[in-house]
């Protein structure tokens, strides 16, 4: 189990971008699958994105495929969503998850919110 905290989020219009980080404790994120979910207000939690430990596979959910990017720094024990062409329905607040490799996720941030306006 790791300690993360997300930033990054915040208002912007439709068609803008934000890129989310997600900041982990310890010298050992190397060995951690990492991975996106988000919850918009009267909705279930949904994945969005993950990314391997060593960073060379990514999966993505059909919703945001093509306009988000995950992507991590493991000299920064750090983590990244990248989301261009924001759309009103990416509006939720954005979670950071992480897992040991072959493992479910057991490690969550607080979460950052973001709120895209038409």
């Known amino acids: 189990q790791v300690q993360l905290v997300e930033s990054g989020g915040g208002l912007v219009q439709a068609g803008g971008s934000l890129r989310l980080s997600c900041a982990a404790s310890?010298?050992?994120?190397?060995?951690?699958?990492m991975g996106w979910f988000r919850q918009a207000p009267g909705k279930e939690r949904e994945f969005v994105a993950t990314?391997?430990?060593?960073?060379?596979?990514?999966y993505y959910a059909d919703s945001v495929k093509g306009r988000f990017t995950i992507s991590r720094d493991n000299a920064k024990n750090t983590v990244y969503l990248q989301m261009n062409n924001l759309k009103p329905e990416d509006t939720a607040v954005y979670y950071c998850?992480?897992?040991?490799?072959?493992?479910?996720?057991?490690?969550w941030g607080q979460g950052t919110q973001v709120t895209v306006s038409s």
């Open positions: 998850a992480s897992a040991v490799a072959g493992r479910g996720y057991d490690s």
């Open positions: 310890g010298r050992t994120f190397s060995t951690y699958n």
């Open positions: 990314i391997t430990y060593t960073g060379d596979s990514r």
